[in-house]
Nanobody, 128 residues
């Protein structure tokens, strides 16, 4: 069974930066997709970014709201996926969840039901 553990959330002022990370364990991640979702109070969970990798390809995708500000990346050796968040806005405040699915996609899916494994979430708060 796959375990996903997020870390790195916290409080930051608007315009600042924060990195959240997700450590994956429990299997060999040869062809895999991992995504970041977020959920603010009273709102639906929404896709933030995804990264998918196979034997020779890697693909990423981003929500329009974070393009140019957030960057998703993967540490191959450590099964670690990070989300670097720059130019943060108060509307980025949410619980951020790491999610995973067991295959490669040319474009990481943005629907939460496409992912079978989830982490417990980490809070990101951006003050104005």
């Amino acid at each position: 069974q796959v375990q996903l553990v997020e870390s790195g959330g916290g409080l930051v002022q608007a315009g600042g930066s924060l990195k959240v990370s997700c450590a994956a364990s429990g299997r060999t991640f040869t062809s895999y997709t991992m995504g970041w979702f977020r959920q603010a109070p009273g709102k639906d969970r929404e896709f933030v970014a995804g990264i998918s990798w196979g034997w020779s390809s890697t693909s990423t995708s981003y929500a329009d709201s974070v393009k140019g500000r957030f960057t998703i990346s993967r540490d191959n050796a450590k099964n670690f996926v990070s989300l670097q968040m720059n130019s943060l806005k108060p509307e980025d405040t949410a619980v951020y969840y790491c999610a995973a699915r067991d295959n490669y996609s040319n474009r990481p899916p943005s629907r939460s039901y496409d992912y079978g494994d989830w982490g417990q979430g980490t809070q990101v708060t951006v003050s104005s």
